[in-house]
């Protein structure tokens, strides 16, 4: 097993982590305790798998994990993230992750993912699997998707995630004015007038799960 390096935050996180993993006989990297860190301690390492919490970097995950590959191009990402906000951005970015997990996962999926991981497969944890197949679609197979570009899609999914517009404005680097464009932009398109009503639409034509896996403890939240 490759090592782990430990960008999470919270120590009770990194030690339930570290018992996780102990009991495999993984090696652990546990002094990253910031960006600088962390970098610092990839430049002697060849193949690491970086376990990336999405609280970790105050400075952004996304201009962190851009680092990540530039100082370590071998290294694996998995990106443990705690709202389906944050998870969708990241895929919808194309980003280098190598695998999902999504708030509290149980041992025994830890250890998988890791493990897949590690073998250069792609992990997903079940519930944002479902979320990242209705992504893929096209408007072949989802109606309500018809006509909406790149941006609107993801503005859609963000706002159906449960995200406020300063919220999704701040994960696109736009302002709140742009995100109100783009919400009465979908308003339009969909024959909605609120959110509301794009919400329900959005899960009535199957894009957005309601309920999760019965082993996952995330559930995608409603606005109202």
Known sequence: ????????????????????FGKEHWRVNTES???????????????PLIILDSNFCAQGSKALIRA??????????LFWCFRAGSAIDHYMADEAIDGYLYQYSEEQEWLKAC???????????????????????????VPLLSGLSKRERLVLQLLCSGDT??????????????????????????????????????????LVPVIANCFEHGQLPVTE
């Open 165 to 206: 517009v300063a919220k999704i404005a701040e994960r696109l680097f736009i302002s709140r004015k742009t995100v109100n464009t783009f919400r009465y932009r979908l308003f339009k398109k969909t024959n909605t007038q609120n959110d509301v009503q794009l919400v329900h639409l959005a899960i009535s034509s199957g």
């Open 115 to 141: 493990m897949q991981v590690h073998l250069g497969y792609k992990y997903f944890t079940p519930y944002l699997a479902q979320i990242f197949r209705q992504l893929r679609k096209d408007s072949s197979e």
């Open 68 to 77: 990540i590959k530039i100082q370590a191009p071998q290294s694996k990402i």
């Open 1 to 20: 097993m490759r090592q782990i390096v430990l960008a999470v935050s919270g120590g009770v996180c990194r030690a339930g982590l570290i018992a996780t």
């Open 33 to 47: 305790a910031n960006r600088h860190q962390l970098l610092n301690a990839l430049r002697t390492m060849v193949d």
